[in-house]
């Protein structure tokens, strides 16, 4: 069974860094593009980013343009989202998704519904 895992959130100050993990079991990251999306509480989830299964597309939020970057290795089956400059409108759990769908090229809103493999999410909290 596929499966993604994440890790790396946390508690931590405005102005702080984090970088989260997902680890992917049971399938290969070079044939699946991967997004990353965060959930506050009592509002929708949002798409925050992306990485093609090939590593050349990335793309952001404009509300996190140019504080987070995200990267993978798909020997080790991990892409990470690093994320600096946090302030308290980060706060939410934060889930990797992946699809055989070439969802970064249309990233935010295309083939959500073919995001098939989802994490349980890691939570972060950005105090002010």
């Known amino acids: 069974q596929p499966q993604l895992m994440e890790s790396g959130g946390g508690l931590v100050q405005s102005g702080g860094s984090l970088t989260l993990s997902c680890v992917a079991s049971?399938?290969?990251?070079?044939?699946?593009?991967i997004g990353w999306f965060r959930q506050a509480p009592g509002k929708a989830q949002e798409a925050v980013s992306c990485?093609?299964?090939?590593?050349?597309?990335?793309d952001y939020a404009e509300a996190v343009k140019g504080r987070f970057a995200i990267s993978k290795n798909d020997a080790e089956k991990t892409v990470w989202l690093q994320m600096t400059g946090l302030n308290p409108e980060d706060t939410g759990t934060y889930r990797c998704?992946?699809?055989?769908?070439?969802?970064?090229?249309?990233?935010?809103?295309?083939?959500?519904?073919?995001?098939?493999?989802w994490g349980p999410g890691t939570p972060v909290t950005v105090s002010s």
């Open positions: 998704a992946a699809t055989t769908y070439h969802y970064c090229s249309e990233f935010p809103d295309r083939y959500l519904e073919h995001l098939e493999i």
């Open positions: 049971n399938f290969d990251l070079d044939m699946n593009d």
């Open positions: 990485i093609s299964y090939n590593g050349l597309t990335t």
